[in-house]
């Protein structure tokens, strides 16, 4: 059973309009992170929440927002998506910030930009 | 910055064969991870290493840890069709958090 769930699965916006996408998780991680991955190249870190606590990547644009409502679930908001911003984007949860915690990575969200 | 390079780039190979893949730093790590990512999909671990030294094996993976800590090195035997994918090798940065940087990953191409 997925343990990392991302809705949905493809999203298509406009230029300049926002969009949300969400996450959920079932292992009770206190941790919960999200990624930008473009074609052909490797996930990139756009920010984490270790529970309440919002932690940026000093070089996420401003555009990209993040909420965490609970444990359960966390959200992405890209407020006026560029046609720069489409990509997988993909959620992980950890246990703890410790680096021998091992990320669980949801299927993504492809998001294509009109 | 870190950088994790991986190589090589892609593999195109028989089913059947081995395939070896590695992944090196200009900086050490204390962790290394590998994850597997298939079209469509999020990258799914396959292995994780915490010591200098370390060889670990899941069914038909081995990976190990490189002694100096700047590199890791994942091993394939018997190739099998649904093993196609891109290998990612990972490692967390930043001192003390598990924020993740990824390699360049390797594209693996199996021909039944």
């Known amino acids: 059973d997925a343990m990392v769930i991302q809705n949905p699965r493809y999203q298509v916006t406009q230029f300049g309009k926002p969009v949300t996408l969400s996450c959920s998780q079932t292992l009770n991680h206190n941790v919960m992170y999200w990624y930008q991955q473009k074609s052909s190249q490797a996930p990139k870190l756009l920010f984490h929440?270790?529970?309440?606590?919002?932690?940026n990547e000093a070089d996420t644009p401003d555009n990209f927002q993040s909420r965490r409502p609970n444990t359960s679930f966390c959200f992405l908001d890209i407020r006026s998506p560029g046609l720069g911003d489409a990509a997988m984007y993909l959620c992980?949860?950890?246990?703890?910030?410790?680096?021998?915690?091992?990320?669980?990575f949801g299927d993504g969200t492809r998001l294509s930009i009109l | 910055g870190q950088q994790l390079n991986q190589s090589p780039q892609s593999m195109f190979i028989q089913e059947g064969e081995d395939v070896s893949m590695n992944c090196t730093s200009s900086s050490i790590f204390n962790t290394w991870l590998w994850y597997k990512q298939e079209p469509g999909e999020g990258p799914v671990l396959l292995i994780a290493l915490y010591k200098a030294g370390e060889l670990t094996s899941n069914g038909r993976l081995t990976a190990q840890f490189g002694i100096t800590r700047k590199d890791s090195f994942l091993n394939i035997s018997a190739s099998i069709p649904s093993d196609v994918g891109i290998y990612f090798c990972?490692?967390?940065?930043?001192?003390?958090?598990?924020?993740?940087?990824f390699g360049t990953g390797t594209l693996l191409a199996v021909q039944p």
């Open positions: 929440y270790y529970d309440k606590d919002f932690n």
């Open positions: 990972a490692g967390p940065y930043g001192g003390a958090t598990n924020k993740l940087i």
């Open positions: 992980a949860t950890s246990r703890t910030t410790e680096g021998n915690q091992p990320q669980h």
